[in-house]
């Protein structure tokens, strides 16, 4: 599924190591369901191996999502641990009878008590997505085609969907640019897809609109192990080299338009290629750390924590960023994180401790900063933590458009946008425009408790005055 720019902090790792189902239990096969805060139901399907362990899968049905694999399983006596790797998460509780899992989810520096009950007949819950109203289907009274190209090298190569008019051209062209994760060129999420709304509504309007498979995903291929944005912003402007020689399009009135993490790396190729005519930024960062801790609180807030939990949340994070950051190594990193939380951990008094039950001891939080060190401590994650917006939009020299939601928990809209048009107007560019819309999320839907989980409770995939800000925007700057 599509991370956007995800929350990102440790997650407790288990201290259980036993693998085999425990002698003289009943097995823990079947369907087991329940809800974390009657918001968001859990599934989890168990069946037994050929050798006596236990494997599983995990479906979240509230977000459309389904067949997550269960990396481990561990028991010790009347507990069971299962550990995710996507999303990397954990799940501990005690059986409390043949029925009964009672404990704690554990994702995103966050625990949520969790209690599950054995289904009977296997039967899975029964769920039934919202419309998505928005989402465009054939026949389109556009051209759509479907095309694929390579970088220059031939170690990237690219699937896209072009739209255009049918009336005469060339015409003014937006390449869509996706947030973090693996996305397809819909940037599919939850049963939405925004860049296929977003496609459909400009090209009505008179524009062609180029939307691309991200590496690995559809019928796009190249290196993810070590691709960071930047590397990303270059297969943006091999889209852009290609769209510069399709006949249907305006060589001239070629822009970008990214989300989260995409608008990001719009600022990234446009400081160095001056071919680019303008930017839209839809909820863009202008600085990785920052926003990687705003979301740690927003998600703390949104869990009713005490002050405690959001001062422990954030400067567990604050560690871990602060290591990924500044260490050289693999190596180095876990030994600078564990070294700084020890100290910390130390320092806190007893008081604090016992607010906080479920604090990681120097021991856990150490273990589970080993195991995880490979995801978290990566080129992307060390680009994304340093990203600063300044360097690129100094030089930005194009009509920028800077939108956001205000209930946005996962970019601080409110800050991001008057930062970054601070530094465009500092270096000269006036050419800037800024629109926050007071009740829209980080995918530009109307919503309630704007959180992640309701994302794909929404009918509404993008909000129609966020679609006609872009359009209206487009004609005065670039159209005429």
Not at 60 to 66: K, L, R, T, V, Y
Not at 184 to 191: I, K, Q, V, Y
């Amino acid at each position: 599924m599509k991370r956007l720019i995800i929350l990102f902090t440790v997650f407790l790792a288990s201290q259980l190591h036993a693998q085999t189902i425990p002698s003289g239990k009943d097995t823990i096969s079947g369907v087991w369901a329940g809800q974390i805060g009657k918001k968001l139901t859990l599934v989890f399907h168990f069946s037994p191996t050929a050798d006596g362990h236990i494997q599983g899968i995990m479906d979240s049905p509230d977000q459309g999502i389904s067949d997550l694999p269960i990396q481990s399983i561990a028991f010790q006596q009347d507990s069971i641990t299962c550990m995710l790797t996507k999303p990397v998460s954990h799940y501990t509780a005690r059986r409390t009878d043949d029925t009964t899992l009672s404990g704690l989810w554990y994702q995103s520096g966050l625990h949520f008590p969790l209690t599950v009950h054995r289904l009977s007949d296997n039967a899975a819950l029964a769920y039934e997505p919202p419309p998505h109203p928005q989402t465009p289907h054939p026949p389109y009274p556009y051209n759509s085609d479907s095309v694929e190209y390579d970088n220059t090298d031939k170690t990237v190569h690219l699937g896209a969907t072009l739209t255009y008019p049918k009336t005469k051209g060339p015409f003014p062209a937006a390449i869509l640019i996706t947030g973090s994760g693996i996305q397809d060129r819909d940037e599919a999420l939850l049963g939405h897809k925004p860049f296929a709304v977003i496609a459909d509504y400009l090209t009505r309007h008179g524009y062609a609109v180029l939307r691309v498979d991200d590496r690995q995903a559809g019928l796009s291929k190249g290196d993810l192990d070590s691709a960071t944005s930047a590397d990303f912003a270059d297969d943006v402007a091999t889209s852009l080299a290609w769209l510069k020689k399709q006949k249907e399009i305006d060589p001239k009135k070629i822009g970008l338009i990214g989300h989260s993490e995409g608008a990001a790396i719009a600022p990234i190729l446009a400081s160095r290629n001056k071919d680019v005519a303008f930017i839209i930024s839809l909820a863009g960062p202008s600085d990785g750390y920052k926003t990687l801790m705003y979301q740690t609180e927003k998600a703390m807030l949104a869990a009713d924590s005490s002050d405690a939990q959001v001062g422990y949340a954030l400067k567990k994070e604050s560690i871990l960023l602060t290591a990924i950051e500044t260490a050289k190594t693999r190596e180095e990193f876990v030994q600078q994180a564990d070294h700084n939380y020890q100290a910390y951990y130390k320092a806190l008094p007893d008081d604090a401790k016992a607010i906080l039950p479920f604090i990681a001891t120097p021991e856990v939080y150490a273990k589970s900063i080993q195991e995880l060190s490979p995801r978290i401590f990566t080129p992307w994650w060390r680009f994304l933590i340093t990203y600063k917006a300044d360097p690129y939009y100094e030089k930005v020299k194009c009509p920028v458009l800077l939108l956001g939601g205000a209930k946005d928990f996962q970019v601080n809209n409110s800050y991001d946008i008057k930062t970054i048009t601070a530094i465009l107007k500092n270096s000269g560019n006036n050419h800037v425009e800024s629109k926050l819309f007071p009740d829209l999320n980080h995918l530009f839907q109307h919503c309630h408790t704007c959180t992640f989980a309701e994302y794909s409770k929404l009918e509404e995939t993008f909000a129609p005055e966020a679609l006609s800000t872009m359009t209206d925007w487009l004609d005065k700057t670039i159209k005429h």
